[in-house]
């Protein structure tokens, strides 16, 4: 059972003192050391040192499980060693990653009767579960509904809590604590300077755990409910993907079974922001959590080729949905023959009428067009069947089915409800003008049509002569996954996570609503951030080419990672890229350490990158995609190592470079941002260039240094 407590002031309720890393430290026993009754540090040093042990033998039962004489045959052996390989991943002990970051001690038992005298217990929040030899709690999840005052309560709200107690580590080492007796009411309420250490402390290697710095707020939006979707509005380090993802991990645990037979989903902008967040997960007790780009969903064709801004915002319209629709059905023709199907010496005729009444039928119930099609020879046969019994016959299913499998039957449907591959129809509309016009009509203006058409601004020059030979875009892509799904249903997931929403198109929205169909989502984003031509104007819009018009938007503007002087300067912004957005306001006591430095070539931005990697940490050096060769090579020329995007920094290498349009959704302690104006420059339009250079002022933790020669933007002021 969790330890029982009175309510406890230890000897010492402040945070320790802080060790020259910034950490905070005491100088308690080690973990293995016996526990010094007059040294709190030390005794939950010890607890943590028994806590891995514990663990540690978990994982040990496991390991040594026997199923040689429990599973029946070698399929049910299989997945039970998968299973128990599963479970082992899951019980590793990630010695970077604390095992419990916080403690609370209740006034009573959580459930039980709260009579005056009746003793509390003591709970050690952690990323995972650890019991002990009897089964005993050490360590309880952070998803479970008893950790959950650790996020929400307050001095307002105590939710019977007596003693909030949060810990400070350095790498794996417990090394501070700091306390907050929140059923006291001669103890102010204050800001946990570990919680701000934890927010600032330099990152080195990929996405660090996050789930001890999770807010009142945010924690509300994690444990909603597996049922509603919910989209959150949030600027830059607002934590928007913290949130998305500590909700897919608590969604795993409390909807587990549920889950595990539908599939959840995080969907990210690229390959390289999918790397950053990985590490994630398991640290919140996740392991099976897929991911995914929409690129990777509609992936049905090879995709060798780009559109020009217009053709893409016109193939991204929802509109094409209709045109698609049209396009398809219009294979569905109606009979001009009966159908005679001969049996024996039998012959039965089935009117054209009648088969274009069922014809008639199907279409009215919309059903896809495959399932439709599927349908109709069971409904000739259907109609046969009813001739038969009328004359005498006694027919069963089996008769049914194989006059569904007559020649003729065959050959009805062939001719009036043909088989269409959705690669080959998106062709043809991308083609022939005439098809396209006549599906278009009353959808599409003439103009929007003649930019759809192949080598009008589309994507590519003379028409192909086949699907393989076509360079398809990304944006056809998504047209084709629309046909796909319109011949035969996409498969729904339980939950999506859909990070930097505000960069999809209408017809990406409903790619990724398919998915999710009879299931949830959760949508992240900042409308202030989207740099496409085609970026989300409202979420309510956006939410409805999702499928999700009943979708709760909150928003989130509270800033936890920018600091106050950074995100002030790029707030700039704000009133010519969003207006009417929230700007963020940090809560870092820490203003940050910000420079406009005029430069007079790459040289000087070398220099800026040395000076920010001589402070701890990860230094991302920002530029325009077509600055980008020649920094790499003055850098090469400096003997400065530097990393791609998606590549995890270590101590010796701490500098990315990174093109402008790959920055959204990353993080470094020190952002060095070349020239701004090019960052502007280098999008089709000056919204979007705009847009483009709030993400890049707006991804540093610490601080930022802007070199420019040209003019900075009139808009920064």
């Known amino acids: 059972m969790p330890t029982h407590v009175p309510p406890e002031r230890p000897d010492t309720d402040t945070t320790a003192p802080d060790t020259p890393a910034g950490s905070g430290s005491g100088t308690g026993t080690a973990a293995s050391a016996p526990p010094d009754p007059v040294d709190p540090l030390g005794r939950e040093r010890a607890h943590l040192g028994d806590s891995r042990a514990a663990l540690r033998a978990m994982r040990e039962d496991v390991e040594s499980l026997d199923i040689r004489d429990v599973t029946a045959n070698w399929v049910n052996a299989e997945v039970l060693a998968r299973q128990i390989e599963d479970r082992v991943k899951a019980l590793a002990d990630l010695s970077d990653t604390p095992l419990f970051f916080g403690r609370l001690d209740y006034q009573h038992a959580p459930g039980a009767d709260r009579a005056e005298g009746a003793a509390g217990e003591r709970f050690y929040i952690g990323r995972r579960h650890v019991h002990d030899h009897d089964g005993d709690p050490m360590v309880i999840d952070w998803r479970a509904p008893v950790s959950q005052p650790f996020y929400r309560a307050s001095k307002k709200d105590p939710m019977d809590v007596g003693l909030r107690r949060r810990f400070g580590y350095t790498g794996g080492d417990l090394t501070a604590y700091e306390d907050e007796h929140l059923s006291d009411p001669a103890e102010a309420a204050t800001t946990s300077k570990l919680l701000q250490r934890e927010i600032e402390r330099p990152r080195v290697g990929p996405m660090r755990d996050i789930v001890a710095t999770i807010q009142p707020e945010q924690d509300e939006i994690v444990r909603g409910g597996l049922g509603g979707s919910v989209c959150v509005q949030g600027g830059p380090g607002t934590g928007k993907t913290a949130v998305g993802l500590h909700r897919v991990a608590y969604l795993l645990y409390a909807h587990r079974e549920r889950l595990a037979r539908t599939g959840t989903l995080v969907i990210g902008p690229n390959r390289s922001f999918l790397h950053y967040i990985e590490q994630v997960l398991p640290a919140l007790g996740e392991l099976s959590v897929q991911q995914a780009t929409v690129d990777d969903l509609v992936a049905h064709v090879e995709v060798r080729g780009t559109d020009a801004a217009p053709a893409a915002v016109v193939k991204g319209d929802a509109r094409m949905a ?5 396009a398809l059905y219009s294979h569905v023709t109606p009979p001009t023959e009966p159908v005679v ?11 054209a009428y009648e088969v274009e009444a069922i014809v008639g039928e199907l279409l009215e119930r919309d059903i896809r067009y ?120 996409t498969h729904s997931l339980g939950h999506v996570v859909l990070d930097e929403a505000q960069d999809l198109s209408p017809m990406q929205y409903r790619a990724v609503g398919r998915r999710c169909t009879t299931g949830s989502a959760t949508v992240l984003g900042d409308l202030a951030q989207g740099t496409t031509p085609w970026a989300t104007r409202s979420w309510e819009e956006a939410l409805g080419h999702l499928g999700k018009s009943d979708a709760v938007v909150e928003e989130l503007t509270a800033g936890f990672r920018v600091p106050t002087d950074v995100i002030r300067y790029a707030s ?22 910000f420079a406009l430095r005029p430069g007079t070539g790459a040289d000087d931005v070398v220099a800026a990158c040395a000076e920010s990697l001589r402070q701890e940490g990860s230094t991302g050096l920002i530029a325009a995609d077509a600055r980008v060769p020649a920094l790499a ?85």
């Open 572 to 593: 700039r912004l704000l009133p010519h890229i969003a207006p009417g957005l929230t700007p963020v306001a940090s809560v870092r006591e820490n203003p940050g350490a």
């Open 341 to 351: 199907v001969v049996r024996g010496s039998r012959r039965w005729r089935v009117p």
């Open 322 to 326: 209709e045109v698609l629709r049209r």
């Open 370 to 489: 495959g399932a439709a099609r599927e349908a109709l020879p069971q409904r000739i046969a259907h109609a046969v069947l009813v001739q038969m019994e009328r004359s005498g016959e006694a027919p069963d299913d089996r008769v049914q089915d194989a006059v569904a499998r007559n020649s003729a039957v065959k050959a009805a449907v062939k001719a009036v409800w043909p088989a269409v591959d959705p690669a080959k129809l998106v062709l043809r509309l991308l083609t022939d003008a005439e098809f396209l016009a006549e599906h278009a009509a009353g959808v599409l203006d003439a103009d929007e049509q003649k930019t759809l058409l192949w080598g009008a601004g589309g994507s590519g020059g003379r028409p192909p002569r086949s699907v393989k030979a076509a360079k398809w875009s990304a944006a056809d892509a998504v047209l084709i996954d629309e046909a796909t799904d319109l011949v035969e249903r």
């Open 633 to 717: 090579a003055a850098l090469t020329a400096a003997g400065v190592p530097f990393l791609a995007p998606g590549e995890e920094t270590t101590r010796e290498t701490r500098l990315t470079l990174v093109p402008a349009s790959l920055a959204k959704g990353l993080e470094y302690d020190y952002v060095v941002l070349d020239e701004p104006r090019a960052v502007v420059d280098g999008e089709p339009d000056e919204r979007t260039g705009l847009r483009r250079l709030y993400v890049a002022l707006t991804r540093a933790v610490s601080g930022l240094t802007v070199i420019h020669t040209s003019p900075l933007p009139a808009e920064l002021g």
